[in-house]
T-cell receptor, first 115, second 113 residues
């Protein structure tokens, strides 16, 4: 079945540590996105990528980094510079340029907490 | 800066009743999305609305878009308990081949028996 796989489901970060969240899709989508969701709030865009080896900052990129070495993969690193990393992180993908009616498809998310 | 406002933020309604969730946005958009989120879960796509006057229906849910008023509505007909969830609208702006989404804060719907 086609879909988006995020791992791990739960992640704990120690002070001063960088952690990496994995996102893999087998939907052959061009664009991939990372969002952050805080309790009781909507999603905010961290980074997005339209094509391999290219990515752009979203609204809240500070303290995060990404890479896009393969079409299927878009890992997110939460660096020690992100002082409030506790949140629910959602990865999404889509190809809106080829199908106007296509929504962004979301993975199941990773819950990140500080130890 | 694009702002997306939803109201109400919380809605408690009885089974069998009708109600409407409103989504206002501040600038022009390329498309409007509605998503559903169950507690602790990911987002499930409900509707994608592309043009002024667009209306889509799925079961007891119907979404519409008025681009001139910058308003989308999600109408719930004869609510049932299974519709209890948080509903988000999101405004999409195309940039190259990506669609950047700006989300509303969500409407938590509780349907009581």
């Amino acid at each position: 079945d086609g879909g988006i796989t995020q791992s791990p489901k739960y992640l704990f970060r120690k002070e001063g540590q960088n952690v990496t969240l994995s996102c893999e899709q087998n939907l052959n989508h061009d664009a991939m996105y990372w969002y952050r969701q805080d309790p009781g709030q909507g999603l905010r865009l961290i980074y997005y990528s339209q094509i391999v080896n290219d990515f752009q900052k979203g609204d809240i990129a500070e303290g995060y980094s990404v890479s896009r070495e393969k079409k299927e993969s878009f890992p997110l690193t939460v660096t020690s510079a992100q002082k409030n990393p506790t949140a629910f992180y959602l990865c999404a993908s889509g190809s809106p340029g080829t199908d106007l009616n296509q929504p962004q498809h979301f993975g199941d998310g990773t819950r990140l907490s500080i130890l | 800066e694009l702002k997306v406002e939803q109201n109400p933020l919380f809605l408690s309604m009885q089974e069998g009743k009708n109600y409407t969730i409103y989504c206002n946005y501040s600038t022009t958009s390329d498309r409007l999305y509605w998503y559903r989120q169950d507690p602790g879960k990911s987002l499930e796509s409900l509707f994608v609305l592309l043009s002024n006057g667009a209306v889509k229906q799925e079961g007891r849910l119907m979404a519409s878009l008025d681009t001139k008023a910058r308003l989308s509505t999600l109408h719930i007909t004869a609510a049932v308990h299974d519709l209890s969830a948080t509903y988000f609208c999101a405004v999409g702006k195309m940039t190259g081949t990506a669609s950047k989404l700006t989300f509303g804060t969500g409407t938590r719907l509780q349907v009581t028996l």
